[in-house]
């Protein structure tokens, strides 16, 4: 079965860091696409970054851009999301996903989801 979990959420501070990994199985990852998203309660779902490490394209909202950065390490099988210059409003539960295909924006888009790991950005 094609699985993917999520880790490293926690509490921190604003101006803080964080490091989120998605480790997959049952899929060759060099195959899919890997999407991070990210809600917080009452809002929708919202794309914040994506990586097709078979073309070496990576994706970021404009939301974090230039504060997060995703990589993988393809022989794990696994992408990190490197989350830097936290502030309150990145307080969500995160979540990788995977699609075969190209990176989208659409959650609506991906097959498979992690379980979400809570991110918390206290002032």
């Known amino acids: 079965e094609v699985q993917l979990v999520e880790s490293g959420g926690g509490l921190v501070q604003a101006g803080g860091s964080l490091r989120l990994s998605c480790a997959t199985s049952g899929f060759t990852f060099d195959d899919y696409v890997i999407g991070w998203f990210r809600q917080a309660p009452g809002k929708e779902r919202e794309g914040i970054s994506c990586?097709?490490?078979?073309?070496?394209?990576?994706y970021y909202a404009d939301s974090v851009k230039g504060r997060f950065t995703i990589s993988s390490d393809n022989a794990k099988n696994t992408m990190y999301l490197q989350m830097n210059s936290l502030k309150p409003e990145d307080t969500a539960v995160y979540y990788c996903?995977?699609?075969?295909?190209?990176?989208?924006?659409?959650?609506?888009?991906?097959?498979?989801w992690g379980q979400g790991t809570q991110v918390t950005v206290s002032s």
């Open positions: 996903a995977a699609v075969g295909g190209v990176c989208s924006w659409y959650a609506d888009e991906y097959d498979y």
């Open positions: 990586i097709s490490s078979s073309v070496g394209s990576t």
